[in-house]
């Protein structure tokens, strides 16, 4: 069966379990540990380089939705396409700045 037990695994305790066993499972934790450890830092480190949501504020998707579509209008109608849209307020929260677009 060799070092490891019918399952794959080596025994870590009973009477199959060895101290090179426990040592080698010992040293895979601390490992997995320490990848864990540096996952966690990259994962903040990405985050707070992106700058990170600090601050969310209301704003009103419809709203933002109309400007879209007024800025679009025109196009559209050169197009013989026609936008009327049935818009009411959609309030919703996001990162502040969100709810202003630079529309052209």
Known sequence: ???FGPDGWQPVCGPDA???GLRSTCE???ALGDQEERLIAAL???ASGEGGVEEWEPFDLA???G???AARREDAGQRGIEVSPA???APATGP???GVLNLP
Do not use: D, N, W, Y
């Open 67 to 69: 400007r879209v579509v």
């Open 1 to 3: 069966m060799g070092p």
């Open 18 to 20: 060895t101290a090179a």
């Open 44 to 46: 903040l480190t990405l």
């Open 96 to 98: 502040c700045g969100f």
């Open 28 to 30: 895979e934790a601390l």
């Open 63 to 65: 709203e933002i939705t």
């Open 87 to 89: 818009l009411s307020a």
